[in-house]
């Protein structure tokens, strides 16, 4: 386990009304200006959505979902955001009511999901009503994944210093999951991967490599209306060949 502790230097000190310049606030004043971009890009890019598609497809999701089971239309869970902080997170409902949405993840052929839901999540429809969650200031549309509580717990104590990822705000899509990393995370290796592109992108953060993981998450929506009962394919990536084994050496 000691391979997977990631040394950083960011941290919150034990007394806050030291004199010492404290390092977590390096980290953001250094990253000042992409920061300001990108929650501008984010609060455009949301209204954007909100005009342009909302109006005409919410309805026809909301209706079909009505049609296809019972419940309601939305489905909202407390998700882990940026440093720890938790919020509401929106989502179209894809699966049928049940006690075990907060604490079970979703698996392959998991029966509580709906004949829409399927649908829904291999398109990534489902996760629309997050650009609420963007505008609120929440998420942004670029970022690590928002977990859950339970899976938050999980995988902390199973990956040193897994709340890294949360110096980066939670996003609708991201790093790890545009290098093949959605669904379900049970096993080890499949946690830590995440951890790993997701640590990545918080080290590496910049707007062009935030308008490269959205123009991917663009194809892989296309690609799965083409692969529809089959894995999405990730195929050849935007990045520089070496980015894996960057991402693999933070650890």
């Known amino acids: 386990m000691r391979s997977?502790?990631?040394e950083s230097k960011i941290y919150y000190p034990k007394n806050w009304q030291d004199d010492e310049q404290?390092?977590?606030?390096?980290h953001f004043n250094s990253r000042y200006h992409y920061l300001v971009y990108k929650r501008c890009m984010d609060v455009v890019t949301s209204l954007l959505?909100?005009?342009?598609i909302f109006p005409w497809l919410f309805p026809i999701v909301i209706l079909l979902i009505k049609l296809d089971s019972k419940g309601p239309a939305f489905f909202k869970q407390k998700r882990v955001g940026f440093l720890g902080?938790?919020?509401?997170?929106?989502k179209f409902r894809t699966m049928y009511v049940n006690d075990m949405a907060d604490t079970r993840q979703a698996s392959r052929n998991d029966p509580r999901v709906t004949r829409l839901g399927k649908f829904l999540r291999n398109t990534c429809l489902d996760e629309l009503p997050q650009f609420i969650n963007v505008l609120l200031g929440h998420m942004s549309v670029v970022g690590p994944r928002p977990h859950m509580l339970q899976d938050s717990r999980e995988f902390s104590a199973?990956?040193?210093?897994?709340?890294?990822?949360?110096l980066a705000r939670p996003g609708i899509t991201g790093l790890s999951q545009v290098r093949g990393y959605r669904g379900p995370a049970t096993t080890f290796q499949s946690i830590f991967r995440r951890y790993q592109w997701d640590a990545y992108?918080?080290?590496n953060v910049s707007f062009i490599l935030d308008l490269r993981i959205m123009a991917e998450t663009g194809v892989l929506m296309v690609r799965s209306l083409l692969y529809r009962n089959k894995p999405v394919p990730v195929g050849?990536?935007?990045?520089?060949r070496g980015t894996l084994a960057a991402a693999k050496k933070i650890a």
Not at 22 to 26: K, N, T, V
Not at 49 to 52: G, N, W
Not at 236 to 240: D, F, G, N, P, R
């Open 4 to 6: 997977t502790i990631v």
């Open 22 to 26: 404290l390092q977590i606030r390096e």
């Open 49 to 52: 959505v909100m005009i342009l």
């Open 85 to 90: 902080k938790t919020f509401w997170c929106y």
């Open 158 to 166: 199973q990956v040193a210093n897994y709340k890294f990822r949360n």
């Open 201 to 203: 992108y918080v080290r």
């Open 236 to 240: 050849k990536s935007v990045y520089e």
